[in-house]
């Protein structure tokens, strides 16, 4: 299948800004890194708006998008619902820190943040799972998603922090549990890409009618170890080692200004080279559907 690099763009940006939030409710909730909060806000806004503009490019005119809102069951409804809800919240987030004088934000608030940064991701992970790909319905991709949430958001959190010279409590535990949940959760999603090859083995030598001479689905281009797939194969383990080991490094010596951009970096990286696997390994058993 053909990469769309908006829709790339689009999920990877979106992961980053429900992990940057998602992480500042969690501080939130425990009355710390009050001194980080608004510029924190202020970056998971941009890169919540730079993920919104680019899946307009998807759609070649930012007018189509609303041919997508017909029904409330469509994935860019669904999508487009969630985004609102955290923007909304956003806010709401920057008008209680505005009037507080210590930084600080309602307890009910960071809850509500946190189970609308999970929406966001169930929504977008959701969007994907079609039957008839069998390497995008799975729940592994869309827990991939919360896994680039889970590496990017604290980090970058813990990269502010030290850019405006603010000392974070727990950060660095945060940062090491995000970057292995996201290595798990990545790996668990290539393995299961992999994995999905074999449906693909019973039906290669069924042929459509007004093709004859093609095959309809070829099981050796399905692989995470042919063409593009190993390319983007590689770039990711290389990302997953690089985030797991800066967060470490990270933790350990409370440099985050230089180990914080490492990870988000390896991160981002990460979620783009497994959103560009997910379309080389997207084959289509649309001939049962």
Known sequence: MEIQIPLVIFTSF????????????????????????????????????????????????????????????????????????????????????????????PQWLAVVGIVLVLVLIVAMGHS????????WDTVLQLLSLLGAACVMGPATVAFIGAARGIEIEGIGL???????????????????????????????????????????????????????SLAALVVAVIALVVALVGALLGKKQGAWKVWGAVVAIAGLVCAVALRIMMYTMGETLFMLY
Not at 85 to 103: G, I, K, P, Q, W
Request: proline share 5%; net charge negative.
């Open 174 to 228: 945060l940062a090491v549990i995000g970057a292995a949940v996201n290595a798990v959760l990545s790996a668990a999603y290539m393995f299961a890409m992999e994995a999905s090859s074999a449906t693909f083995q019973s039906f290669q030598y069924y042929f459509d009618p007004t093709h004859p001479n093609v095959a309809m689905a070829n099981p050796a281009n399905v692989s995470l170890f042919t063409g593009d």
């Open 14 to 105: 979106l992961a980053w800004a429900a992990g940057i939030f998602g992480t500042q409710c969690i501080l939130a909730l425990q009355k710390r890194g009050g001194a980080v909060q608004l510029p924190a806000l202020i970056c998971s806004a941009a890169v919540l708006v730079v993920g919104g503009i680019a899946v307009v490019f998807h759609l070649t005119h930012p007018f189509n998008l609303f041919n997508g809102f017909g029904h409330i069951t469509s994935g860019i409804t669904q999508e487009l619902i969630a985004i609102v809800l955290l923007a909304v919240a956003m806010v709401l987030f920057f008008l209680m820190l505005r009037r507080s004088e210590d930084n600080t934000v």
């Open 128 to 135: 994907y799972m079609m039957p008839s790909l069998p390497a």
